[in-house]
């Protein structure tokens, strides 16, 4: 059973209901009302009003080969067109991209000057580097305004991107360049955090030393000036040689279900995948969820705190703001230093109108700089959003009262990388709030709670498996180069009126009043500060240590990240040791070089072995209840070796 306390509602303020796009709850039913009985003309109807379409599509909707959905089939489209040249008419002057630097420098880019910038770009991956429609290129960058021209650029002549999280280490990139067959990897030498220069460009040569054929070219961009090696014949200076490239560069008309980027993310089991999203649905869906969820006016700055190399970073950074015509702003910095009032600063000097960021940094944010926010002006503040992880209600009520003075809504943003855009969440001037709750399901999003077994919704206060029972236009397309493991990954588990229906991974409820609380991932995926984390794949490192025999990893509450890395491991040949801080440190430093600090384990215990049934599967529910303290509830009979449980205990009772 879940958690049915009974939360607060906080109504929609009047004010904001007034303009906003979606007023109330019976405009909302009515949206989604049409999309229920009239499915694809209302797609339909947005398609044709959101994008610009260089020539028309034919069917909304193929579903006949599901789960391999298409969307506006033969429809010719450009994205960035639909970004940015579209807007030059009416905002040609206005600021599309505001950046602010790790240490204070800013710049505004005019949507004219994205354009100019981006054409060189495109020019350059073009006419130097020989890329073309189809071309993976992959991007590892820092948040720098050249992350957001090389996306850009690439859509712009129709390669692929693939956007590797700047956090990754050597090895994790070499996986994705080689997984991806890129053709091109675009980089920076380093740029600044904490008023320090970090490196990038070292990372990207060591990946490229064994096993990526497939890249013959790098371009690096100048950040941080410090020295990098460079191989002749290899690397190539984006300083240098941007200036020399013409500034018009035609859109590439691609199809609308043209692949667009791809992003890898964690799964239960083996390496990460690569999530494949094509052009026009994505770009749909981007748009539209901007301007429902935001509700971002002609004059509003909006600021998202993601980085470009999650996924959020692509929709409601670069894409979706600049879809709509938005000012969006970028930012390279940490959100806590030179303090923990850095945002609400910049809150205050950019009259911020919009505010996205994860639940673990308002956390971070909260405990280390309750006082911040009272030393400036929020008062331009109109909706806050989070996205990530489920919020916890002490963190919810500080982010509502001290951040938002009470008066603006919380949009709980409910998604994942395979959905490209949101999927559940309250509307700004609409919905009736409750805390850390992700509300309702969007219009157009046949989002539903399932019982697995049955198929069938479940009951207020059931809790049950968060699925959607229609494809939407942004869903994901597949998995690169995996056909199998996407039908498997997604569609494999629930099944609804004998159909396989979308499943997400995660566990949800309804409430009375038919309000949609997310739980939790239901699979062995662990959710660290919002970011997905496999635990085949951190276990996987950990055996690359000589001395580890087996390994299991689950996730435990953490009171900063959301849930921290637990790790199970069970050494070569020697005694278990209950604690020991050079193994540790050893172990996690092979994790560091093989994924990245992200995947560090926050504990380690060395036990004698692990609970595994007689089939050899490991029973994680009892690490996981072990991790917590909690006490075992599950059978344990079926084990191979049950008095393992309670050694287990021991040695994890002792390190704490
Ligand atoms: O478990 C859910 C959690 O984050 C997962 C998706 O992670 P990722 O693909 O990295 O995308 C993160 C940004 C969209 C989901 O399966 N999650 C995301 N948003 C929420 C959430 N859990 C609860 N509440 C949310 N608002």
Redesign the pocket.
């Known amino acids: 059973m879940s958690d049915t306390t009974v939360k607060p509602v906080f109504q929609p303020n009047r004010e904001f209901a007034k303009t906003a796009r979606i007023k109330n709850m019976c405009e909302y039913k009515e949206l989604a009302t049409w999309a229920e009985e009239d499915y694809e003309g209302f797609w339909d109807h947005f398609a044709k009003e959101k994008i610009d379409w260089f020539e028309p599509y034919g069917k909304v909707l193929d579903d006949s080969n599901m789960p391999f959905a298409k969307w506006f089939e033969g429809g010719k489209l450009n994205v960035a067109h639909q970004c940015i040249d579209r807007h030059l008419d009416s905002r040609k002057n206005k600021a599309a991209i505001i950046f602010e630097g790790d240490r204070g420098d800013k710049k505004i880019v005019t949507y004219l000057e994205l354009y100019y910038n981006v054409n060189k770009m495109a020019n350059l991956l073009k006419n130097e580097f020989g890329i073309k429609k189809g071309d993976r290129v992959v991007i590892y960058m820092p948040m720098i305004l050249e992350a957001a021209y090389a996306m850009l650029a690439c859509t712009r002549i129709g390669a692929i991107h693939s956007i590797v999280f700047g956090g990754f280490s050597a090895e994790a990139l070499r996986d994705r360049i080689i997984d991806a067959e890129a053709k091109l990897v675009i980089t920076a030498d380093g740029a600044f955090r904490k008023d320090k220069p970090y490196m990038l460009k070292p990372v990207v040569d060591k990946a490229l030393e064994e096993g990526c054929d497939c890249v013959n070219k790098v371009l690096v961009v100048q950040r941080n000036g410090e020295d990098v090696d460079w191989k002749a014949g290899r690397d190539y200076s984006y300083n240098e040689m941007i200036e020399q490239q013409s500034a018009v560069c035609e859109s590439e008309p691609m199809d609308s279900e043209d692949p667009m980027f791809l992003l890898y993310?964690?799964g239960s089991t083996g390496k990460p995948k690569g999530?494949q999203h094509n052009t026009a649905g994505y770009i749909l869906w981007a748009q539209m969820t901007m301007e429902w969820v935001f509700d971002v006016k002609e004059n509003d700055t909006y600021w998202c705190t993601?980085d470009i190399g999650?996924?959020?970073g692509h929709?409601y950074i670069v894409y979706g703001p600049l879809a709509m015509g938005a000012t969006t702003l970028m930012f390279e910095g940490v959100p806590t230093y030179p303090d923990a009032g850095r945002p609400w600063k910049m809150v205050e000097e950019y009259k911020i109108n919009q505010f996205y960021t994860?639940?673990t940094a308002i956390r971070v944010l909260h405990k280390t700089g309750a006082e911040e926010p009272a030393k400036y002006d929020l008062s331009s503040l109109k909706v806050l959003g989070?996205?990530?992880?489920?919020?916890d209600p002490p963190a919810w009520k500080w982010y509502y009262e001290e951040i938002g003075g009470g008066k603006c809504a919380i949009v709980?943003?409910?998604?994942?990388?395979?959905?490209g855009g949101?999927m559940?969440?309250p509307l700004p001037g609409a919905t009736p709030i409750k805390p850390?709750c992700?509300t309702f399901p969007l219009p157009g999003i046949m989002g539903e709670i399932l019982d697995p077994e049955t198929g069938k919704k479940v009951g207020a206060g059931e809790s049950g498996y968060?699925c959607v029972t229609k494809p939407w236009p942004s869903m994901i397309r597949g998995v690169w180069g995996d056909p199998e493991r996407f039908v498997k990954s997604y569609f494999g588990d629930v099944k609804k009126d004998g159909q396989p229906v979308y499943f997400?991974?995660?566990g949800a409820n309804y409430d009375d009043d038919g309000y949609i609380t997310?739980?939790?991932?239901t699979d062995d995926?662990i959710?660290v500060s919002?970011?997905?984390m496999g635990t085949a794949e951190v276990e996987a490192a950990c055996k690359k240590h000589p001395n580890v025999a087996e390994v299991a990893v689950v996730g435990k509450p953490h009171e900063l990240k959301g849930e921290g890395i637990f790790a199970y491991v069970v050494l070569k040949g020697e005694e278990s040791m209950a604690e020991d801080v050079e193994m540790s440190k050893e172990i996690n430093n092979v994790i560091k070089q093989e994924i990245g600090n992200i995947a560090v384990c926050d504990d380690i215990a060395f036990v004698p072995g692990l609970p595994k049934t007689r089939s050899g599967k490991i029973m994680r529910r009892i690490l996981r209840s072990i991790a917590k303290g909690e006490a075992i509830t599950q059978d344990t009979s079926t084990l191979e070796d049950p008095s393992v449980v309670e050694k287990i205990q021991e040695v994890v009772n002792a390190c704490r």
């Not at 989070?386 to 919020?391: A, L």
């Not at 997310?518 to 991932?521: C, E, M, N």
């Open positions: 993310t964690s999530v993601a999650w996924i959020t929709t994860a639940p989070t996205v990530g992880e489920p919020i709980d943003t409910y998604w994942q990388t395979e959905t949101h559940v969440t850390a992700a968060m997400t991974g995660d997310i739980t939790g991932r995926v959710n919002g970011h997905r």
